[in-house]
């Protein structure tokens, strides 16, 4: 017809981009599942959590006076093995990028899905989706394991207790946090060793070195420090003096964590790989 102009009909594009959106997800999930070091790394984080939660319900509370088991976090003390199971995480996120760079394969990624920055996404939200189900689940089943082997009332906590429920959960929130921030420094890298020496520098090495500098320095710098100010929101009770608040001091972890992820978005659209 004259005058008539031609217009696509969006649906049909929306469902090829939607598609595509959900292809590249699937794609990334099973490369993240048939990895054998992912396996690994979440079977010694589980394991991590739930053997120290029990030998702690077992073994701490009857070597504690009465002034100590009034002054411990029952809570802080079940998920005790998040000490062990951050490292794994951060170890895991860093690999779910860096593998691809020490193999090659990230070349046949790129080249099978141009758009960088979607493939970067698939592999954020594969990974914190899984990372967060199994560190929530894992520090449920510490903290009710540490239930059930202490005998000590002085320990005994429940959800209905203030400030439980948002403990537990935060311990996987953390963990999850963690991994993406180890991942986000993987994207920068792109090196496995560098990314993982440089993720527990910045964990460890702050965390060691402001013990050692003047009580002002610690109260002021001291609480936004990357693994401190993110350990914050799985402490129940016990807390010190200038710390951060639960999810204050899990918003500057997240900061750590988008940050470096921003990072790696930019970086990687730049490169040539």
Request: proline share 4%.
């Amino acid at each position: 017809m004259k005058g008539a102009t031609s217009v696509r009909p969006p649906a049909r594009h929306a469902e090829r981009s939607g598609g595509h959106v959900a292809e590249v997800m699937r794609s990334e999930f099973c490369k993240f599942r048939s990895v054998p070091s992912t396996a690994w790394t979440i079977a010694v984080a589980i394991l991590s959590n739930v053997v120290l939660a029990a030998l702690a319900g077992l073994f701490i509370p009857s070597n504690l006076s009465e002034e100590a088991k009034a002054s411990t976090d029952a809570v802080r003390l079940s998920l005790a093995g998040l000490h062990l199971s951050q490292i794994a995480f951060g170890v895991l996120g860093a690999l779910v990028i860096t593998s691809e760079y020490g193999t090659g394969m990230i070349r046949a990624t790129f080249a099978a899905v141009p758009q960088r920055r979607l493939v970067l996404l698939a592999k954020v939200v594969v990974y914190a989706v899984t990372t967060l189900v199994v560190g929530i689940v894992s520090c449920l089943a510490a903290f009710l394991l540490f239930q059930a082997v202490s005998s000590d009332e002085a320990f005994t906590s429940s959800f209905g207790d203030p400030g439980v429920t948002r403990a537990v959960i935060g311990g996987g929130l953390y963990l999850a946090a963690l991994g993406l921030l180890g991942m986000g420094l993987g994207m920068v890298l792109r090196h496995s060793a560098g990314t993982i020496a440089t993720l527990f520098g910045l964990l460890f090495v702050p965390s060691i070195l402001i013990s050692i500098l003047p009580a002002g320095w610690q109260a002021t710098v001291g609480p936004y420090l990357p693994m401190i100010a993110g350990e914050q929101v799985f402490i129940a009770t016990a807390r010190e003096p200038n710390a951060l608040g639960p999810w204050t001091g899990f918003g500057v972890l997240c900061l750590y964590a988008l940050v470096a992820l921003v990072s790696g978005f930019v970086l990687t659209s730049r490169r040539d790989v």
